[in-house]
């Protein structure tokens, strides 16, 4: 029997084009041919994102808190940023992020989990990185929007893991880098994913290496 692995197999493209172009993503809609026939689908043109789970050296995970307009909630999130950069690699992306979002470095990466948002709906594919080795920036960076009023918190990695299960937070990146996080550190962090891994499944949208 095979390992379970997903494929990446385009279908044959007929056309594509952009339905709409909104103030941050555009909705993209493809025909094309799948099982002798042609199917229109439309979709979110994402450019693709990254997360970073930081723990410190008590297992303590860095959170922070900030609304969210489509589902008028504040949530308990990771940071996390799009890669709008152009040409910028992913793993810089996160280390931007990480300093914007919560004005800290971390001088350990590696890759945690990978993840499609919603493939159903959206093209969006999202790399998880875990970062150690956490430091305090010198100062802290000037926020804007929803990012204004973010809020920081240092939680258990046990904690975190609990109102997952609880079903207490509900941001797919927090709930995917918790509990990978939660098994790498029962297998003595095995099987992570050094920090310069390739990622075909963002390669595939010509983003980044």
Do not use: C
Request: proline residues 4%; hydrophobic residues 40%.
């Amino acid at each position: 029997m095979r390992p379970l692995h997903d494929e990446i197999t385009p279908a044959e493209l007929e056309s594509s084009d952009v339905a709409f172009h909104g103030h941050v993503w555009d909705i993209r809609r493809d025909t094309f041919r799948l099982n002798n026939a042609s199917i229109t689908r439309e979709y979110m043109d994402h450019t693709g994102a990254v997360a970073i789970l930081a723990l410190d050296e008590h297992d303590r995970v860095l959170l922070i808190n900030q609304y969210r307009h489509p589902v008028r909630a504040r949530l308990w999130e990771i940071p996390a940023g799009l890669l709008d950069i152009n040409a910028e690699h992913p793993l810089d992306a996160a280390k931007r992020e990480l300093a914007e979002e919560a004005d800290v470095e971390a001088n350990e990466w590696a890759v945690l989990s990978e993840f499609y948002t919603s493939p159903g709906s959206s093209d969006e594919a999202i790399r998880i990185y875990l970062a150690r080795g956490i430091s305090a920036l010198p100062e802290r960076f000037d926020r804007e929007d929803e990012e204004a009023d973010i809020e920081k918190r240092w939680v258990n990695l046990d904690e975190i893991t609990d109102a997952v299960r609880a079903r207490a937070v509900q941001n797919p990146s927090l709930v995917t880098g918790v509990l990978s996080a939660f098994i790498a550190r029962q297998r003595d962090w095995t099987g992570l994913g050094a920090a310069d891994s390739d990622w075909p499944r963002l390669r595939q949208r010509g983003i980044a290496e």
